[in-house]
């Protein structure tokens, strides 16, 4: 994923990006110095999930899409970035003795692994993955799907309205671009009641975990992490050394100090040199940072 972006970068970058959550869309000029702006949406007009349709009011949606961009005052069509949900979609982490150099064998392969754990239709599924090559051959590869249909209602007013979504990605793996990539570090990033950790091992993803927390309560979220801290001493090598935190707001402080004590590990919030990264713009935050430095 990252280095697709590094690449995609090389080329003149999309004119806006975009970030979608249930409370509504951050956007901001891909510039040198961008000003992030948002619009709310009203509760109920989306919802969303891998499995069921998100898009529940699509008028609302589409006009709110639609001042937006108008507010930009493009006149021609122009390729937009645009940032998905991470609960939209599924995420893993795949890990392979071998991994084939055809394109299409990859995909094929990734599909293959992904049909007993993945509950709908893997091949009528959009599919993206990134193979990060390790030692001895061996290979972990992020994989991210989710239904056509899903994407393709998401796009439906952006391309409406006079744009191209020419890339997509979700929240969390845009969101990376401002977390350090050295040593071993787990990333938690609280959207309403999903949680979202992913583990990176220098630089390379090791985990990806997406999931709906029963409230957002730190009991619940701390049930979730500590099993996620024993899986990486148990299969990393050793203990994490950091976690970054993202969508705690106020309860940040209380979070930070009860997960250094229970998990003893250094506690960080996700910083961007723009402003606070949250549950609704960390991943529009991310890609700018990753603009900006390429």
Not at 48 to 56: H, K
Request: proline letters at 7%; glycine letters at 6%.
């Amino acid at each position: 994923m990252l280095d697709r972006l590094k690449a995609l970068i090389q080329e003149p970058p999309p004119a806006i990006a975009f970030e979608i959550s249930e409370t509504g869309i951050a956007a901001a000029r891909v510039a040198a110095h961008p000003t992030v702006e948002f619009r709310p949406l009203k509760p109920g007009v989306l919802s969303v999930s891998p499995l069921r349709e998100n898009v529940l009011e699509a008028g609302e949606f589409a006009e709110t899409v639609r001042a937006l961009w108008a507010g930009y005052g493009f006149r021609k069509r122009r390729d937009v970035a645009l940032i998905l949900p991470d609960y939209a979609t599924r995420m893993a982490v795949l890990d392979f003795d071998e991994f084939p150099s055809d394109p299409k064998e990859q995909l094929s392969l990734v599909r293959f692994r992904l049909k007993r754990s993945v509950p709908f239709d893997v091949d009528s599924a959009t599919v993206s993955y990134w193979a990060q090559a390790g030692a001895n051959k061996k290979y972990d590869v992020l994989a991210v799907l989710a239904p056509l249909e899903i994407v393709a209602r998401y796009e439906a007013p952006f391309r409406t309205a006079g744009m191209n979504p020419g890339f997509v990605t979700t929240s969390i793996l845009a969101a990376l671009e401002l977390a350090p990539e050295a040593g071993l570090s787990v990333v938690a990033k609280l959207t309403g009641h999903v949680l979202t950790i992913v583990v990176r091992q220098k630089g390379v993803l090791k985990l990806v975990r997406c999931l709906e927390a029963p409230s957002q309560e730190l009991d619940d979220i701390a049930a979730v992490l500590l099993p996620t801290f024993v899986y990486i001493e148990d299969n990393l090598g050793g203990p994490a050394g950091s976690l970054f935190l993202c969508g705690f707001g106020a309860r940040f402080d209380a979070a930070q100090r009860r997960f250094q004590n229970e998990l003893g590990v250094a506690v960080e919030p996700l910083r961007s040199p723009l402003e606070t990264p949250g549950e609704s713009n960390a991943g529009l935050l991310g890609y700018l940072h990753s603009v900006s430095k390429n």
